[in-house]
């Protein structure tokens, strides 16, 4: 069995073909996807968070009222670029929408992706340290978010509040127990897969990923996965260690399927410059359900991991993608032993 959600990026574009023409298109089609693909019995709705982009940007939100409107789907980010969040403000914004959704956020946050704008983060007003690089800002960030989710006293109370106030030191309200569990690192390298595993954070591995062997992605992240649970263990922490892989794949079933995904789309890995540092871009994944099983079964990665994020096109609107996700569960899923 493996959990199957999808990783929607939230554009909106007012080109033609596009189903989704502005913001309110797109927040109002993510949570009706949300909504249908917990009707087809998915198991996760997941968002990218994008700043300075016609994408989605402000996840809480969105997250709350995805939460307000289905029951049992988890509800996740992949990811929350932690160079630009305040860490007090953004624990009291998921635990917020962690209750509303009776406890079924699953965040994923990180160092982030190339950005529209330059530094972007200090628009937000945050920089990094003397002699530190963004990316140690965002560690800096998320090691505080984690720290003020364990929900312990660290703030000295007024002796004359406005409210009474429960002894001791205060934290930060709402506080929802168990959200801490709940956090994913995403890890673009080996070293911060392991990072995350010894903080008790999930892994979330995109499709895409430093090239650290010449491997095929594939097998790269089969590798990353179990150092990130080697890690896990090593540290001691309790629970169940998650790892997630996004993939493009499309199941062609139908003329629709076939005009957007029968040819044209890449079979092999591709090579590319991300921050001056060489990465592997995985395949995308289109064909019809039988050959499409076993290309799959060759995938290490989506074999080790317990959980996969299926990328959406979601410009072609919520019913096509639904049709797309429906088309992986019932036609493929089965025949892997995923359902």
């Known amino acids: 069995m493996k959990k199957i959600g999808f990783l929607s990026f939230g554009h909106w574009s007012e080109e033609r073909g596009s189903a989704v023409r502005s913001a309110s298109d797109v927040l109002t089609q993510s949570i009706e996807l949300a909504e249908a ?5 998915a198991d996760g709705a997941y968002f990218r968070v994008h700043h300075f982009a016609r994408q989605l940007g402000s996840p809480f939100p969105l997250l709350a009222a995805v939460g307000a409107r289905t029951k049992k789907i988890e ?4 990811v929350i670029d932690m160079r630009y969040e305040n860490p007090h403000y953004m624990v009291e914004d998921a635990g917020a929408a962690d209750l509303i959704s009776g406890g079924r956020l699953q965040l994923g946050i990180s160092r982030g992706s190339p950005e529209q704008v330059i530094d972007g983060w200090r628009h937000f007003g945050y920089a990094p340290k ?4 963004d990316q140690d800002l965002a560690r800096d960030h998320a090691l505080t978010f984690l ?4 929900g312990k006293g660290f703030a000295q109370p007024n002796p004359r509040p406005m409210f009474p ?6 934290r930060l309200e709402p506080h929802s127990p168990g959200l801490r569990d709940r956090i994913w690192w995403g890890a673009a390298s080996d070293a911060t897969a392991v990072w995350a595993g010894t903080l008790g954070m999930h892994l ?3 499709t895409l990923k430093w090239d650290e062997s010449g491997e095929p992605l594939h097998v790269q992240q089969a590798t990353q996965i179990r150092k990130f649970r080697e890690a896990w263990k090593e540290a001691g922490h309790p629970g169940t260690p998650r790892a997630s892989v996004s993939r493009s794949i499309f199941a062609i079933t139908n003329d629709l399927d076939r005009m957007y995904f029968g040819s044209g789309r890449p079979e092999q890995d591709q090579i590319g410059v991300i921050d001056n540092t060489r990465a592997v871009f995985g395949r995308s994944y289109a064909g019809e359900p039988d050959v499409l099983i076993e290309e799959l079964r060759k995938d290490t990665a989506i074999a080790e991991a317990d959980t996969l994020l299926l990328t959406v096109p979601n410009t072609l609107g919520v019913e096509y993608n639904a049709h797309v996700i429906e ?3 019932k036609h493929v899923a089965p025949a892997l032993g995923w359902r």
């Not at 509800?75 to 992949?78: A, E, F, L, Q, V």
Request: no cysteine.
């Open 147 to 150: 720290e003020l989710l364990d």
């Open 327 to 329: 088309n992986i569960l």
């Open 204 to 206: 979330q591995s995109s």
């Open 165 to 170: 106030n429960p002894p001791g030191k205060l």
């Open 75 to 78: 509800i996740g980010t992949g």
């Open 37 to 41: 693909a917990e009707e087809l019995g």
């Open 130 to 133: 003397e002699g530190e690089t």
